[in-house]
């Protein structure tokens, strides 16, 4: 059961974090890791082993652009901010990723669980 | 080497210990990017551990807890290599560099030899386009470090190995177009040439060898057990 749950989180990282900075606007890993915990009430965590890599990534393909920014408190943070091909994506996903699982949804509809 | 950690150490001491450790595992990305990455890694941890220490968790605790969270760090700055690296398939790190100027060299001076023979009146009758067939093989270096680059990109171009293994590529050539030459009954300073060309390829190999062996040396007197693994003994 841990390693479904893992895989389904594998497969959704770049959506949610893509999703938290469209919504929330321009954000450093550790409010990224944090804003993901609060809006799934923990059942998400976004371990930073997944999120930094996952991060650059999506650098490396232009879905997000960084750039170190210095803080109201505290020491300059590398802030990620989503870009208008992060935004593309983004959008397909989330039509994927709800196609996809009010597919799931219809099938399991006469299971009760 | 394995050292410990003891679970009275300062929280600080275990960020650093594991902060050295992340930052070895990306000891092959250019010096800027990796520090980069560090002080990210670092601000994050903090971060976590200002958490947890403000919900009343001791220094060190909270700090074992941060860098368990935060993952293996070996295996965190491999995947941040990876991923850098992911579309640079290309690159070269300094070793990598240092040794692709090591046996450019090594091959120019002997060619270098090789052309000036040519030049030589009593070899031009004999020696003329034998000499130069020895030059084909040299291309193979970087060629066989692309190929096995593309084939292998999380190993080939990152490993020292894949240098020596494409100069043994050369002198195998060599060593059959030397045969073959000998066989012709030509005079020429190729059998020289050949001569020059093991000699500095025996050179290069234990060039290679002795950075890969202080690259591995330096790692091991670096690396030490999970600190989360020997705090909770």
Redesign the interface.
Known sequence: MKSQESDFKKGSVGLVILAVLESSGPM???AI?REVERRSADVFKL???AL??AL??ME?DGLVEAEWQMQPSG?A??VYRITGDGRKRLADQVKTWRSFTSAVESVLAPVSA | MEKTISPVQNGDDIVDRYMLEYRAALDRVPVKIAD??C???R??IE??VAEAVADGKPASDAAVEAIV????AK??GE??R???R??RAFYLSRDESLCLAVAAILFLIPAAISIYSLSAAEHAATAINRPLSAFAPVPVIPFVSVVMGLVFPRTALRNVSIMVLAVLVVDAWILLALGRHLQSGYESRFAEYAGYEFGLDLLFVWICSALRLRHLEKLANISFSHPARSASV
């Not at chain 2, 969270?69 to 293996?72: S, V």
């Open positions: 450093h890993g550790y890791a371990g930073e082993g930094y890599p650059r990534a490396s020491p943070r590398r | 980069e990455f002080r990210e890694a601000l994050h971060s976590l969270q935060f993952g293996d295996a965190m995947k941040m990876q991923e850098w992911r579309k």
